[in-house]
């Protein structure tokens, strides 16, 4: 059998039989191995130009490429050969300076690269070593990057607080008061000046010993140069020695020292804020007092507004069945109650009887009634009980309206009660014809029940208990003198009652006059031969009391007698001797030693009443005209209110 014809495996055929004709292109596949052999061919060839040279030590190469096409590939930045050719150094033998544009941006970068991992590995290693390195060590840097924290934040916050206060103190609103002889008052006599000018000074010194070692607090310890403070004024620095000086500052003309105080109320003195319980009594005649005392001396509404913020404060201290207030409040509660000690929960006559003039005077200013409406119950209430011989008992329960223990006295525990009866119907401009008549009667009973004469010619004012009289007569009672003359005009036995009021300070004076020190005691009795003379321990210290110089003041400008000066002149020079120290005064703790101890503590009272007394005892009856003024129980001068015509 004959083999057909050799044809290609491949041929194909159309429908028809008919042979397809040979392909005229390459397949794809035969098109791509093309395309890889001519890219391996370039790419050894562009691998020649570029590694070849450094494979044989040749320094460079010339391309002499020239034109658009060469400036584009290899673009002339470095040096040129002579021919014109660009000279392509070596990477391990580049001159500084003459590298390309993208080479030199790639070594930025890396550098920076290297920098950045360079300062986290170090700051790891801070922190490793941190963690493994001392403990007390890695405490303290923690502590001290706190306290630098804390510091800054404590600097940016007193830096803001300084701000605010610097606008309080620059915003001064002074209003009309119609302040009558609040300064002056200059004696025309050399040595009354010379005298008045010593208790100037006495002032200034008190003051700077106070602002230098106590500024802010309560009083002063003025050799231990710290601050002090007794439990009347409940936990706070409350300032009581600023508060309480601001009105003698004034009326003495010492107007820098009166800024310094009046600043401090503007920006530190925020009675809502005061901790703990405070003594109603105390509050009012210190701090109400003396800021209104101060409103109404200078007209500063910052005072005005200050003392509404506590007479607020006081308010809930009313609130009891009788209306009779309790001796003790806590200033954010409002809470209130009784001294333990005072018979059975009582409240104390003194204490609630002495806050007529001050809230009577608030409602004045304010034009707010409740204040006066507070004070005028508890009057009418002690109007209508029953007083047993027409005496007022030092104690009465609040709740029950009863009175406590049979105990009376112009003392401790009585004594304001009857000075705001005389000096009400003094503020009212005599129109209070209830406390008139409550005064006139209480002394009346006072005089017959109480007065007690000595063989010696004393007369002295006893404490009634319990139906019998103690022959005693304590320091505090010694302003009765002054009572009673300064009362002495409104009535039907005027003479008698201005010679009353001359022994009883006579009686004071001779307490002082029998000490060794010249100083009076806390009280005095009248035992067998011993007239006037403090006769137990507890009796005999002085706590820079001012009682008896308020009598000689009064009894001066009632009666113009000499001696009262005189015997002023000898407290004052008392009290340089034995109270004055080196950052302020002093109480001493027997006034019969000739060499007393210290107590130590700068009384705020002093500054408040014992100095401005004083000064007052030495100026023209111009100062403080007593027409226009009265003083409440902590000398802080508050304005008759004129009678509507």
């Not at 310094?260 to 503007?266: P, T, Y």
Request: net charge negative.
């Amino acid at each position: 059998m004959a083999a057909g014809p050799i044809l290609p495996t491949h041929q194909r055929y159309n429908a028809n039989g008919i042979p397809i004709l040979a392909r005229q292109t390459l397949r794809l596949r035969e098109k791509y191995i093309i395309l890889l052999i001519f890219a391996t061919f370039g790419t050894f060839c562009f691998g020649a130009v570029l590694f070849i040279p450094d494979k044989v030590g040749l320094e460079n190469v010339n391309l002499n490429i020239r034109g658009d096409v060469g400036d584009v590939v290899f673009p002339q930045i470095g040096d040129l050969n002579p021919d014109g050719g660009f000279v392509a150094h070596k990477h391990m033998d580049v001159k500084p300076g003459i590298d390309d544009f993208h080479r030199l941006q790639d070594e930025k970068n890396l550098q920076g690269k290297i920098a950045l991992e360079m300062a986290q590995q170090k700051a790891l290693k801070e922190a490793q070593g941190a963690l493994v390195g001392d403990p007390d060590q890695v405490l303290n840097d923690i502590q001290q990057n706190k306290q630098q924290f804390i510091q800054v934040q404590k600097e940016e916050e007193i830096k803001k607080v300084a701000e605010e206060k610097q606008k309080v103190v620059e915003n001064v609103e002074i209003h009309e008061v119609g302040a009558i002889g609040v300064t002056g008052g200059e004696p025309s006599d050399p040595e009354t000046k010379e005298r008045r000018d010593k208790v100037r000074e006495m002032m200034i010194h008190a003051w700077k010993g106070y602002y230098d070692y106590a500024w802010g607090e309560n009083e002063l310890k003025p050799i231990s140069k710290v601050g002090h403070s007794a439990s009347i004024f409940g936990r706070s620095r409350m300032g009581a020695t600023i508060i309480d000086g601001l009105d003698t500052l004034y009326i003495m003309g010492l107007m820098e020292q009166f800024k310094q105080g009046r600043d401090w109320v503007a920006t530190e003195f925020k009675f809502e804020s005061q901790a703990g319980d405070v003594s109603v009594f105390e509050v009012n005649i210190r701090f109400l007092g003396g800021l209104l005392s101060a409103y109404a001396v200078s007209g500063d509404a910052i005072f005005k507004d200050k003392a509404v913020e506590v007479g607020n404060k006081l308010l809930p201290a009313f609130n009891t069945p009788t209306g009779i207030p309790m001796a003790m409040v806590n200033v954010r509660s409002g809470s209130s109650h009784n001294w333990g000690w005072a018979s059975g929960g009582s409240s104390i006559l003194a204490e609630f009887g002495s806050m007529h003039l001050e809230f009577v005077y608030l409602s004045q200013i304010t034009g707010n009634p409740v204040y006066k409406e507070k004070v005028q119950k508890v009057r009418d209430f002690l109007d209508q009980i029953d007083k047993p011989n027409g005496l007022y008992y030092n104690y009465i329960n609040p709740k029950t309206g009863k009175w406590g223990n049979q105990h009376a006295c112009v003392g401790a525990l009585g004594d304001s009660f009857y000075e705001y009866l005389l000096k009400s119907w003094i503020q009212s401009d005599h129109t209070d014809n209830q406390a008139k008549k409550m005064y006139y009667d209480s002394i009346e009973a006072i005089e017959k029940r109480l007065k007690q004469e000595t063989p010696g010619g004393l007369t002295y004012i006893g404490e009634y208990r319990s139906g019998r009289i103690e022959r005693k007569m304590d320091h505090l009672a010694c302003f009765s003198g002054g009572m009673f003359a300064l009362g002495a005009a409104g009535s039907d036995k005027e003479e008698h009652y201005l010679d009353l009021g001359a022994k009883l300070t006579a009686t004071c004076h001779q307490s002082y006059a029998n000490t060794a020190t010249k100083l009076g005691p806390e009280a005095f009795r009248f035992d067998g031969t011993v007239e006037a003379v403090a006769t137990r321990n507890n009796e005999k210290y002085y706590i820079l009391r001012p009682e008896t110089f308020e009598s000689y003041f009064v009894l001066w400008r009632m009666t113009k007698d000499q001696k009262y000066r005189e015997w002023g002149w000898e407290a004052v020079q008392a009290l340089e001797k034995y109270c004055r120290v080196e950052h302020g005064y002093s109480g001493v703790r027997d006034v019969t030693n000739p060499r007393p101890q210290h107590d130590d503590v700068q009384q705020s009272f002093f500054l408040a009443e014992t100095l401005k007394y004083l000064y007052l005892l030495f100026s023209d009856d111009s100062l403080i005209p007593l027409d226009h003024w009265i003083m409440n129980t902590e000398a802080h001068p508050l304005p008759v209110i004129p009678k509507k015509s």
